[in-house]
């Protein structure tokens, strides 16, 4: 039973908080309603048993709650009265608060605001409206779980101290805030496809359908307007890599290639054509590209690794991370040779943002056995075990360690 509310409530949580918040203006009280709700539920339903609808129990519940508490607390009361005051005052143009389809795209925009640095609108959001917890956070951001607590304690504290009104943006912020929207979507995409959350990827999915249906509406066949492309992009990238989710656990070489889904492949190229038409390409929109170059490839050995080469290049411009160069050295492995991409990795080897990041060695570790030093890339591997946090990481690790002792040696 207590598995079944949690279910329910991971399920709800971003519908729940959303409908808390758009009702009483706090997020504090929210989370602290949302909780005692849930609370209320392990002890009724084992007696009582599930009902039909456990969402609207819960919201109820929730509710009366959060009632309940404004009334023994005047301090409190008044207090929200004053932040809603603020919100009226700065209700956004209709045409952006009328076309929201989804109260948790509205608390999305509200977590993204300028106010808050970039990494708490990311981790405040991820953490309230998308429900995961404090450690998946962190690994989305590749902190130590007692950072980001820190960092969400902090960004609640920002939006109470400076009173920032939970509401949509008018069209004129849109250009500020997508980005920090968008950068959420995408990491609740990612950390549902690495722990094979298809629940939570496909909930991203439904969030960028939502935000690409609202922002990118009425351009037809023409590529989307400045900044939304870039929702294009995303959405496209999104596609793209779900589409392999069926092979995941394979690695590239060896992954059935009929198992890909062929309608989201060509929903999410036509979507990376956009994101790339009628002006200077973005982040999402290159990624969304690379993706496509994967996807059309009939092969691993027939793929354009030269044009995958040339997009991490500009990738790397718009946004240089040791994460895309890591990416770049295994295109360039394929390019050029397992040599070159291992010199580029032992490059990256010294810098502190991957020093517990297990793709690193775990990248090492392939190119080592492709080399014929199967020692070195059993350990390598076995290092990238010892960093990885994700299960399904841990299969795939151990799976390519399994061929390395049934082998003893490399498969060309």
């Known amino acids: 039973m207590h598995d079944r509310v949690e279910a329910v409530f991971r399920e709800e949580h971003g519908l729940l908080l959303a409908a808390l918040v758009h009702r009483f203006g706090d997020l504090d009280l929210a989370e602290?309603?949302?909780?005692?709700?849930?609370?209320?539920?392990?002890?009724?339903?084992?007696?009582d048993g599930v009902p039909t609808k456990p969402g609207a129990w819960l919201m109820t519940t929730a509710r009366r709650r959060a009632v309940d508490r404004l009334r023994r607390d005047r301090t409190y009361a008044d207090r929200l009265a004053v932040l809603a005051a603020e919100g009226e005052r700065?209700?956004?143009?209709?045409?952006?608060?009328?076309?929201?389809?989804?109260?948790?795209?509205?608390?999305?925009?509200?977590?993204?605001?300028?106010?808050?640095?970039?990494?708490?609108?990311?981790?405040?959001?991820?953490?309230?409206?998308?429900?995961?917890?404090?450690?998946?956070?962190?690994?989305?951001?590749?902190?130590?779980?007692?950072?980001?607590?820190?960092?969400?304690?902090?960004?609640?504290?920002?939006?109470r101290e400076a009173r920032i009104p939970f509401r949509v943006p008018g069209p004129d912020e849109l250009a500020e805030r997508?980005?920090?929207?968008?950068?959420?979507?995408y990491l609740v995409f990612t950390a549902g496809y690495a722990d094979d959350r298809v629940d939570l990827a496909a909930e991203a999915i439904r969030l960028g359908r939502i935000l690409h249906r609202l922002l990118c509406r009425g351009s037809g066949s023409q590529a989307p307007p400045p900044p939304t492309r870039e929702v294009a992009g995303l959405l496209g990238l999104m596609l793209l890599t779900h589409a392999r989710h069926e092979t995941r656990l394979v690695p590239l070489e060896e992954q059935d290639r009929t198992r890909w889904d062929a309608d989201l492949i060509t929903e999410g190229t036509a979507l990376a054509e956009a994101a790339l038409t009628g002006g200077p390409p973005g982040p999402y929109g290159v990624q969304a590209a690379i993706a496509a170059v994967h996807a059309e490839a009939p092969d691993l050995a027939r793929t354009d690794w030269p044009q995958i080469v040339a997009l991490y290049d500009v990738l790397h411009r718009l946004v240089p991370s040791p994460v895309v160069a890591l990416n770049r050295a295994a295109a360039v492995a394929m390019r050029d040779g397992p040599e070159a991409g291992l010199a580029l990795l032992d490059g990256l080897a010294a810098d502190p943002a991957l020093r517990t990041y297990p793709l690193l060695p775990a990248a090492r570790a392939d190119l080592l056995e492709r080399l014929g030093r199967t020692a070195e890339a059993e350990a390598a591997y076995r290092a990238a075990l010892d960093l990885a946090d994700s299960e399904t990481e841990r299969v795939r690790l151990r799976n390519r360690l399994d061929r390395i002792g049934r082998t003893g040696t490399v498969e060309e």
């Open 90 to 159: 700065h209700e956004p143009a209709p045409e952006i608060a009328d076309g929201l389809p989804d109260e948790r795209l509205r608390l999305f925009f509200t977590c993204a605001h300028p106010a808050l640095p970039a990494e708490h609108r990311t981790a405040l959001t991820l953490r309230c409206l998308a429900g995961l917890e404090t450690p998946e956070v962190a690994r989305a951001f590749l902190v130590p779980t007692a950072t980001m607590a820190q960092r969400i304690v902090r960004a609640k504290r920002k939006i």
């Open 32 to 47: 602290e309603v949302a909780s005692e709700a849930v609370e209320a539920a392990l002890r009724t339903w084992p007696r």
């Open 178 to 185: 997508l980005p920090g929207v968008l950068q959420v979507v």
